[in-house]
Nanobody
Framework: QMQVAESGGGLVQAGGSLRLSCAAS????????MEWHRQAPGRQRELVAS???????SYMDSVKGRFTISRNNRKDTVYLQMNTLNPDDTAVYYC?????????????WGQGTQVTVAS
């Protein structure tokens, strides 16, 4: 059973930076997709950034040029470098990991980490 845990959230002033980390442990299958989602109060969860097993990345429009998703060499940890943060980035950030079990996929989610950007 895979476990997913986020870290790195906190309180930052507008214009500042944070780096989120997401570690996937207990995996015995390839990880085909790692993503960051976020959910602000009263809003639906939205996809912020994703990285495929092959390293392809994509971002939601509002974070392009400010956020960068990356993985470590072992490919079991994904990061989200967030620069030039603004109050609209305030949300709980969740890590999503997809495991490839050959004939099917399973999705795993972390508990989330709070990011608060003060104006």
């Amino acid at each position: 059973q895979m476990q997913v845990a986020e870290s790195g959230g906190g309180l930052v002033q507008a214009g500042g930076s944070l780096r989120l980390s997401c570690a996937a442990s207990g995996s015995v299958v390839p990880i085909t997709l790692m993503e960051w989602h976020r959910q602000a109060p009263g809003r639906q969860r939205e996809l912020v950034a994703s990285m495929s097993g092959g390293g392809m990345t994509s971002y939601m429009d509002s974070v392009k040029g400010r956020f960068t998703i990356s993985r470590n060499n072992r490919k079991d940890t994904v990061y989200l470098q967030m620069n030039t943060l603004n109050p609209d980035d305030t949300a709980v950030y969740y890590c999503h990991v997809r495991g490839d079990y050959d004939t099917y996929f399973l999705d795993y989610w972390g508990q989330g980490t709070q990011v608060t950007v003060a104006s």
